[in-house]
Structures are given as structure tokens and as C-alpha cells.
């Protein structure tokens, strides 16, 4: 086994454990915090993708992407927290409903 495998096998199972609370719960930070998960998960297997087999350097361009995808997550965990907070303030709550609106 190879770091670039093992990179692989847990960016996939934090992509996993992510889905599994974005469905679970139905608080709206935890639903965040899960799409955080399953975007890290998603830079560690670009990262694994990155590397070459032949021993050589790695390929810049999945860590150039994993790099502005970092910038764009943390702009994006920004956003929704401010829309959480807001939907705080006017509802008193921060859970989606459970029942479909009508």
C-alpha cells in the first residue's frame, strides 16, 4: 500500500462518513460541517491523483485545483454560515423542516 492509495481510501471513506450526516441530520450546522467533510475528502483523493507511479514529481495541476478549492470552500462555509445565522434570526430555528411546505 502507497501513501497515494492511502490518500485515495480516506478521502473516499470522509466523502462517505460527509454524505452520511448531510442525511442524517437534520441541523443545518451539522449539515455544513458535513459538506466540509466531503470536500475535504474530495482534495485528498485529487491529491492521491496527483501523484505519479514512476517515482517523479507530482502533477501541479490537482494541487493548484485542491488549493482554490480550499479558498472557494472556506468562501462557501463562510456564506452559509451567514445564511444560517440569518434564517436563526428570523425563525427561531436552525433545522429544516419535517414535513414538506405546501
Not at 485542491?66 to 462555509?77: F, H, L, P, Q, Y
Given at each position: 500500500?502507497?501513501?497515494?492509495?492511502?490518500?485515495?481510501?480516506?478521502?473516499?471513506?470522509?466523502?462517505?462518513?460527509?454524505?452520511?450526516?448531510?442525511?442524517?441530520?437534520?441541523?443545518?450546522?451539522?449539515k455544513?460541517?458535513a459538506?466540509?467533510?466531503?470536500?475535504?475528502?474530495?482534495?485528498?483523493?485529487?491529491?492521491?491523483?496527483?501523484?505519479?507511479?514512476?517515482?517523479?514529481?507530482?502533477?501541479?495541476?490537482?494541487?493548484?485545483?485542491?488549493?482554490?478549492?480550499?479558498?472557494?470552500?472556506?468562501?462557501?462555509?463562510?456564506?452559509?454560515?451567514?445564511?444560517?445565522?440569518?434564517?436563526?434570526?428570523?425563525?427561531?430555528?436552525?433545522?429544516?423542516?419535517?414535513?414538506?411546505?405546501?
Amino acid at each position: 500500500m502507497n501513501a497515494a492509495f492511502l490518500y485515495a481510501l480516506v478521502g473516499t471513506g470522509l466523502f462517505t462518513l460527509g454524505l452520511y450526516a448531510l442525511i442524517i441530520h437534520p441541523h443545518l450546522l451539522r449539515k455544513i460541517l458535513a459538506l466540509n467533510v466531503m470536500g475535504s475528502g474530495v482534495f485528498l483523493v485529487l491529491v492521491a491523483l496527483a501523484a505519479r507511479s514512476d517515482g517523479g514529481a507530482p502533477d501541479p495541476v490537482p494541487h493548484a485545483m485542491v488549493i482554490t478549492g480550499i479558498v472557494v470552500a472556506i468562501s462557501a462555509t463562510a456564506l452559509a454560515l451567514a445564511l444560517l445565522l440569518r434564517m436563526q434570526a428570523e425563525t427561531g430555528r436552525a433545522e429544516l423542516p419535517e414535513e414538506p411546505l405546501e
